[in-house]
């Protein structure tokens, strides 16, 4: 499902613990990190995507989380053709998204990596709001940081100083393994048109 323009409608997803920090999730067999986020299918609206997402991702459920803002409108990004599927070049141009911002009312031990068979990410952890920019895909970088700076208001005060801002990238996380209690594994991300609830 694309727009006139070829961009797919996505979700993402930015996950609060009571500390104010965010999950971070590593893709399966890669460096990159990144939030939880997918396509919008066919008759869903982004909210009802999102809980889908946000199931299918990271085994929560709408009980577990609280709602605390989205975005106001659609973010997007452009996707390079060397990751776009040859017969769909030329149609298809990225995804443009509505973010959320949750509030995990749940505990760690309700998140599960392998919700599904098709999981996407083989680690994750609890980073600062303020992710590393350096770790996530290059051509995503610049709708994390829209979306985080706009949804930065709605956090406490002490937590909303825009780490990009200043010089410097916060360190790579370390990731939580399956020893420390967490499930781990994910697919690999496709970023074409009509394949599926993920999508990256």
Known sequence: MLDREGFRPNVGIILLNGRNQVFWGKRL??????????GIKHGETPEQAMFRELHEEVGLRPEHVQIVARTRDWLRYEVPDHYIRRESRGHYKGQKQIWFLLKLLGRDSDMNLRATDHPEFDAWRWNDYWV??????EFKRGVYEMALTELSRFLPRAHTH?????GGMPRAPQARSDSEGHESAAAAEDLTPGSGSSGG
């Open 162 to 166: 825009n780490r990009y801002l200043r």
């Open 29 to 38: 067999k890669t460096h990159s990190w990144q939030f939880p986020q997918g």
């Open 132 to 137: 590393p920019l350096d770790v996530v895909i």
